[in-house]
């Protein structure tokens, strides 16, 4: 079994993505923080032959459910207006119109997009996910791209 470090090294990235596309920006980091949390505690129990972005991606899901339910929990201050969110994965790289359509997205299709083409699970693992058969699975998705592609060509 590898070192857990040389896990976050090579999936962390894409578990950050998946956790943006889920939660936000804002929210991300926190849910990414948890997922690695967990994981560390869960990795000396991990098989050996499994799949570790499919295993690190459940994960974030969960941790992303859990910032969700706690976001729908927290009151919503009016008097103060709020802070403007963040521009991009990395502040200034002009990715904030990007995650901005993502977060647009139905939740399922975000999910099934941020499952299969930001963390390049199988249909069949991202039903398992997100509930349902991976028809429906592969729809949610395709039905989410082609609605990124619209906004793209309106844009531009």
């Known amino acids: 079994m590898e070192p857990f470090e040389r896990?976050?090294?090579?999936?962390?990235?894409?578990?950050?993505?998946?956790?943006?596309?889920?939660?936000?920006?804002?929210?991300?980091?926190?849910?990414?923080?948890?997922?690695?949390?967990?994981?560390?505690?869960?990795?000396p129990r991990l098989r050996p032959d499994s799949d570790v972005r499919a295993w690190l991606v459940t994960i974030a899901h969960r941790k992303a459910v859990d910032v969700l339910r706690a976001q729908a929990r927290r009151a919503v201050p009016v008097a103060d207006p709020p802070e403007p969110p963040s521009s991009g994965e990395h502040p200034g790289d002009g990715r904030a119109d990007v995650w901005a359509a993502v977060a647009a997205l139905p939740p399922k299709q975000r999910r099934c997009v941020a499952y299969h083409h930001v963390a390049g699970l199988p249909y069949d693992e991202v039903a398992a996910l997100v509930g349902g058969t991976p028809a429906a699975a592969r729809r949610a998705a395709a039905d989410g791209i082609a609605t990124l592609r619209r906004t793209w060509e309106e844009a531009s």
Not at 13 to 26: K, M, N, P, S, T
């Open 7 to 43: 896990v976050v090294d090579q999936h962390g990235a894409v578990v950050l993505r998946v956790c943006r596309a889920l939660v936000g920006a804002d929210a991300a980091q926190d849910a990414w923080s948890e997922t690695f949390l967990a994981a560390l505690v869960a990795y």
